[in-house]
């Protein structure tokens, strides 16, 4: 890289900027209805360390291990509330699918490995372009460093040539699989629509149900909690002969026959609630009510962090009930013993009295939301930093692993995200915030790594293996995706939509998720997506370390 001087800080970061602003621009660039995103920024900063326009030295690997830490560290926090329950029930059998994915592309490195004479760098280099994993790629640039001081300019050379087969042909392999599975597209829509052909865990029903059960017949509502071992809230009654007359329900409210009730629950348990109470039956609930109403009220209120809704007691105290909680995208049937998180979204139902009551309690104010929780950010980053850094000793290894930068702050984070509130730790930011932490972090990684592997690309891609080294990448993505297709259709009996969802969060591969979610208006394909992701992250970054730490 040239030595600007004096004056070495001012034009680094004036290259830096451009760099960025350059590849943001560039990946407005559609060609068919697929973008590169922030691939553009890798590719710039290539561009730019190609023509000699390098950052300073120390400026640029700081830059570079700073914007890693950024990024993971705000994928932790993003990922951290769903990462354990992922693992729940219908989850096992998504995770368990994506897990087959990413141990197929572990193989098909290891045979590429073995029958060419690739470098190991190189080759941990195109294993995470291939997938479109950022995070995995600086695991492996931050392992390579830690055992022998210096980075593996090919591992950034080989993610930028496998990045964009990655991308392309992730979305290809997705289609291909529509032909090879012969899908019936309208059919696998409407269950897709209805659940059907997904963990229906990751569900939420609302019922109408008329009470036909006799056993149940003048008891309280408390008293028939304990006789279903499921999970489910009932928000509103309508009593027989009352055929406008709707109220909520309390724990002392007294259920008789053929009484209208309306409950939320899972869709893994709607059958066994409705077969309990009764039956299902059309019921009008907005039309033939004119005093009770439903709105979402968001939880701003730090104090109430990590207290459940048993706690709080809202049915009693203000006579509102509370059917469902929305966090990170996701709706929760509000059992009472969850323990609420800052930015979480209720579903309540009561008088227009009762709301307001409820909305002082809860918080509802957006403006607090707006204030960042710096505090428990950077003292997360601090002790994810400390936990890369402690040695871990692993039979069959000469080295002992470290998480690194990588996964240090990407394990603290999802553990401070989803255990924080708990002990009444605030780590709730916007979406917004969140996302700007994420893009400003990956912007500065790709850049920095475009510009120090600038040198070596093209010579690699024209007069070396470069182009070989594509065709590598293509059999790393498209293998195993079309292997896991089928085996997650002829094993798992997932709906086509939810297995593109689980095969793109598989890769991590957001381009693969937005094409999934195109092809169809209700969500299965991000419910896939969002379950299989944080566990795929975690595994890809660990599988990158391993690898350089036993072929290097």
């Known amino acids: 890289m040239r030595d600007w001087g004096h004056d070495g800080v001012v034009v680094s970061v ?46 640029l690997h700081f830059l570079k291990e700073f914007g890693l830490i950024l990024f993971v560290y705000s994928i932790g926090l993003q990922v951290g509330p769903g990462f354990f329950t992922a693992f729940r029930k219908g989850g096992v059998a998504l995770n368990s699918l994506a897990v087959i994915s990413i141990l197929l592309s572990a193989g098909v490195v290891v045979i590429l490995y ?43 050379t080989g993610y930028a040539v496998a990045y964009p087969v990655g991308v392309i042909g992730t979305i290809l392999s997705l289609i291909a699989l529509r032909y090879l599975l012969r899908i019936h597209v309208y ?42 071992n499921r999970r489910f809230v009932i928000s509103r009654i309508r009593h027989q002969g009352d055929k406008h007359d709707i109220k909520l329900v309390e724990s002392e409210t007294v259920l008789r026959l053929n009484d209208h009730i309306l409950l939320v629950t899972s869709s893994t348990d709607a059958e066994a609630v409705a077969a309990f109470f009764g039956r299902e039956v059309s ?61 979480d979204r209720l579903t309540v139902i009561g008088t227009k009295q009762a709301m307001a009551n409820a909305e002082k309690e809860l918080g509802n104010s957006l403006k607090h939301l707006d204030n960042p929780n710096l505090l428990p950010i950077f ?91 594509m065709v590598y990448g293509v059999a790393i993505t498209i293998i195993p995706l079309l292997l896991s297709g089928l085996i997650g259709r002829m094993i798992f009996r997932l709906n086509y939509y939810t297995l593109i969802g689980v095969l793109s969060g598989a890769n991590t591969n957001p381009p693969a998720l937005a094409y999934s979610n195109s092809q169809v208006s209700c969500d299965a394909p991000a419910v896939g997506y969002a379950t299989v992701y944080p566990l795929s992250m975690f595994l890809r970054i660990l599988l990158a370390q391993l690898w350089i730490l036993l072929t290097c």
């Not at 809202?314 to 006579?319: E, H, I, S």
């Not at 850094?389 to 999802?414: N, R, T």
């Not at 930011?429 to 690309?457: D, H, P, Q, W, Y």
């Open 14 to 59: 004036l290259i830096l900027s451009v760099v960025i602003a350059l590849g943001i621009t560039l990946s407005k660039i559609r060609l068919g209805g697929i973008s590169l995103g922030g691939a553009w920024i890798l590719f710039t900063g290539i561009a730019f360390g190609h023509l000699g326009l390098g950052l300073d030295a120390r400026l």
């Open 114 to 156: 073995c029958v060419t004479d690739i470098p190991a760098t190189a080759i941990a280099g195109i294993f995470s372009g291939a997938v479109t994993n950022t995070p995995g790629m600086g695991a492996a640039q931050q392992t390579y460093s830690d055992l022998y001081g210096a980075d593996a300019a090919d591992i950034a």
């Open 187 to 228: 059919r696998e829509r409407v269950e897709a629509e209805r659940c059907f052909g997904r963990p229906q865990e990751l569900a939420v029903r609302t019922l109408s149900l008329i009470v036909l059960n006799e056993a149940i017949e003048g008891r309280r509502i408390r008293e028939i909690v304990p006789l279903l």
């Open 283 to 343: 019921t009008d609930w907005e039309d033939t009510n004119l005093n009770l109403m439903v709105q979402r009220i968001v939880l701003t209120r730090p104090e109430l962090q990590g207290r459940t809704l048993a706690q709080l007691n809202l049915r009693q105290n203000l006579t509102v009930s509370i059917t469902r909680i929305q966090r990170a995208g996701v709706n929760i049937v509000a059992a009472p013993h969850i323990p609420l998180q800052m930015g």
């Open 379 to 469: 003292t997360g980053i601090a002790i994810g930093c400390l936990v890369g850094c402690i040695p871990l000793a692993i039979p069959g290894l000469s080295q002992p692993v470290k998480l690194g930068l990588a996964g240090g702050p990407l394990v603290i984070s999802i553990l401070q995200s989803r255990f924080g509130p708990s002990y009444g730790i605030v780590t709730y930011t916007t979406a917004s915030a969140n996302l700007m932490l994420r893009e400003i972090g990956i912007s500065m990684f790709l850049a920095c790594v475009g510009l120090e592997a600038g040198k070596s690309f093209v010579p690699t891609l024209l007069q070396g293996d470069g182009l070989l080294w």
